[in-house]
């Protein structure tokens, strides 16, 4: 079983930081493909960010620049650090994983269905 716990979402002004976490939990499984996802109301979700099971990364091209995924394996947690942050990044952050996905980043930001473990969501809300 692979449990998944995001935190860290918050309401910020333009131009603010914030860095979401996202530990998991797994006594079975030590290598995931793991990655940052996020949908807005009336919007489909979209790939944020990435890391594939050899550690490749990543972006959704609109983050591009702005965003850093990045994770401690010592302590089991995904992060993503979110700077220059513009109101179109307001959405719901889902973090998901995977021990059996072997998609390169990019097409795992494109295919995220096949992810099989997701999170609850933490809110991200940026205001102009």
């Known amino acids: 079983v692979v449990q998944l716990a995001e935190s860290g979402g918050a309401s910020v002004q333009a131009g603010g930081s914030l860095r979401l976490s996202c530990e998991v939990s797994s006594v079975q499984y030590s290598r995931f493909c793991m990655g940052w996802f996020r949908q807005a109301p009336g919007k489909r979700r979209e790939g944020v960010a990435v890391?594939?099971?050899?550690?490749?990364?990543d972006y959704g091209d609109s983050v591009k620049g702005r965003f850093t995924i990045s994770k401690d394996n010592a302590k089991n947690t995904l992060y993503l650090q979110m700077d220059s942050l513009k109101p179109e990044d307001t959405a719901m952050y889902y973090c998901?994983?995977?021990?059996?996905?072997?998609?390169?980043?990019?097409?795992?930001?494109?295919?995220?269905?096949?992810?099989?473990?997701w999170g609850q969501g933490t809110q991200v809300t940026v205001s102009s």
């Open positions: 998901a994983a995977d021990p059996y996905l072997s998609l390169t980043a990019s097409q795992a930001l494109q295919y995220h269905g096949d992810f099989g473990y």
């Open positions: 890391i594939d099971r050899d550690g490749n990364i």
